[in-house]
């Protein structure tokens, strides 16, 4: 598979710019991110890139003092998992209970949880803030016997620790098939059994479900403007899990989910980026 390399500099460089320029470009079909000494590297797949659609999404980027600009180039077929081995990937622990790592990876830190994730080119290993806020939150949940929904599944770590934490069932959704086959082969390397795997956007949801709890990792415009369709298919004292959105934007995530009958319980804030949960009223 063919992928095209997009270098964005980034003046003056700082991680919460570098995340915003990753957040704003996977809606368009990027689909990993490296850090790179200016700015951030972006990878997507080569029949997928559009100059034009890129460049719009980083028009009026939302840090004013902030410009990014880009350079493309075309890349050779790799090994993914050698070169995620060789750059990024290391081994993490979130909240010294669930350790994330690749098979690659040799002495990992023993922990109650241990996954087994091979990202290829997918968003979602546990470093981002959003996911491992989310993931903090889980580890703190009863989910003993529940069926739960995790939106926007990317590799499928959320749903994975949701089954090792005890759900009865999962449904994992993601736009983009290359997630869903990447959180199917994750399935296999935890040997899960009890998750199933989607490729498609809200519009799913009609005939699936209920749930007694949704997981939602995405970004602010796309919660809120997908926001009634988790909530119908809820039940009633369900929890949801928002993450994917700056602090301040929680204002606008309590406002919507008010409005559709969910209360506010929490929120967890890492580096700016926000995890917030809300409950279904009966």
């Known amino acids: 598979m063919k992928y095209t390399e997009v270098m964005f500099t980034v003046t003056p460089l700082s991680e ?4 915003i320029v990753a957040a704003l470009t996977a809606e368009i079909g990027f689909e990993s991110f490296v850090p790179a000494e200016n700015g951030v590297l972006g990878y997507i797949r080569a ?4 100059e034009d659609s890129l460049a ?3 028009t009026d980027f939302p840090m004013p003092d902030t410009t990014v600009t880009f350079t493309t180039a075309p890349m050779e077929d790799k090994d993914w998992n050698e070169e995620w081995e060789k750059n990024f990937f290391e081994p993490i622990v979130v909240d010294g209970r669930c ?8 002495d990992c830190p023993k922990a109650d949880y241990d996954i087994v994730i091979n990202p290829q080119m997918a968003f979602g290993t546990g470093h981002h803030q959003t996911t491992r ?12 016997g ?12 959320l749903a994975i620790l949701a089954s090792m934490r005890g759900v009865a069932h999962a449904d994992a959704v993601d736009i983009d098939q290359w997630c869903a086959d990447n959180t199917k082969d994750n399935l296999l390397l935890n040997a899960i059994s009890n998750i199933d795997v989607f490729c498609g956007d809200a519009a799913l949801l009609a005939n699936m479900g209920p749930y007694d709890v949704v997981i939602a990792n ?5 919660l809120v403007a997908d926001m009634p369709s988790y909530v119908d298919r ?24 008010e409005e559709l009958g969910l209360q506010y319980v929490s929120h967890r804030v890492d580096n700016d980026w926000t995890a917030a949960e809300f409950v279904r009223l009966p």
């Open 99 to 106: 350790v994330v790592h690749n098979t690659f990876h040799k």
């Open 146 to 157: 529940l069926n739960i929904l995790d939106m926007g599944c990317g590799t499928g770590i």
């Open 218 to 222: 995405i970004n602010r415009n796309i």
């Open 133 to 144: 806020l989310v993931m903090s939150f889980l580890l703190d949940a009863d989910l003993k």
């Open 16 to 19: 919460t710019a570098t995340d």
């Open 47 to 50: 029949e997928e890139y559009d």
């Open 234 to 257: 809820m039940n009633a004292g369900g929890r949801i899990f928002f993450s994917g959105f700056y602090e301040p934007d929680l204002v606008i995530i309590k406002a919507r989910a």
């Open 56 to 58: 719009a999404v980083l």
